[in-house]
């Protein structure tokens, strides 16, 4: 009798334990990360900006965060001792300097767009495998225990749907983003084959910027430690792009 009262009540937990993971992140996970985003994102458009000369959009961006505010966080990142900024000096190639101020711009938008492109292929692979995976083994567990109908759906269906909601939209969001930066990539090859006619202008670059920023607030966030993990994978390739589009140029 008590085995068969735990079975009638066990759905219940599960499917009132998932449905709650669902709501925590739109109700708040979700709006958290979504305030992080922006501010993220006028943090690195002021680094930007200032590095390519060229003018803050206060209409698309709002006013500049404070250097306190700034500071806060570079200190709040330091505290980790895992954390260290020498990896990221000289993110971007400080050939892009032996070029003209608005070309090395150009150059930088690019390199910014191809890390961006290349990290989010390399989430994308490697959700649709784990979330794979997963759902494989809960499955492979459910007909091994020859589980009936309702343990399948407890066992299986209701523990993956979640996972498999939020991997849906991660692998969308991501590919939606990647073919974005694939047509904003076509506009700054043509605008580098237009600089060797001196026909590369500031105001070209402050629109592809404003597209970056809006890509940068609005999409998923990588996380830190893929970016360190793929950093040598992809620097590399970025490293040889640059030279080469410099000699084309010269």
Not at 176 to 198: F, G, M, P, T, V
Request: glycine fraction near 2%; include cysteine.
């Amino acid at each position: 009798m008590i085995y068969v009262q735990q079975r009638s009540t066990r759905p219940s937990y599960v499917a009132i334990y998932c449905v709650l993971i669902v709501f925590i992140d739109f109700l708040i996970i979700s709006q958290y990360i979504d305030r992080g985003k922006e501010f993220a994102a006028k943090i690195q458009e002021v680094f930007d900006v200032n590095l390519y000369k060229i003018a803050w959009n206060e209409v698309l961006v709002g006013t500049k965060p404070s250097n306190e505010e700034v500071n806060e966080l570079r200190k709040r990142y330091l505290r980790k001792n895992s954390n260290d900024i020498l990896p990221l000096k000289d993110w971007y190639n400080p050939k892009v300097s032996t070029v003209g101020p608005l070309e090395g711009a150009l150059l930088c938008q690019r390199t910014n767009l191809f890390w961006d492109k290349k990290l989010r292929e390399e989430v994308n692979k490697r959700v649709l495998v784990w979330t794979g995976l997963l759902s494989v083994i809960y499955v492979t567990a459910s007909v091994f225990q020859e589980a009936t109908v309702e343990a399948f759906l407890i066992m299986a269906v209701i523990p993956i749907t979640p996972l498999a909601l939020y991997a849906f939209r991660l692998v969308k969001g991501n590919g939606k983003s990647i073919k974005h930066l694939e047509s904003l990539k076509i506009i700054l090859d043509k605008a580098w084959s237009d600089a060797s006619l001196n026909l590369l202008s500031e105001e070209l670059l402050r629109k592809v910027q404003n597209e970056i920023f809006a890509h940068r607030k609005n999409n998923f966030p990588i996380s830190d430690a893929l970016y360190l993990r793929l950093k040598k994978k992809f620097e590399d390739d970025s490293k040889y792009n640059v030279e080469k589009m410099i000699d084309d140029l010269t």
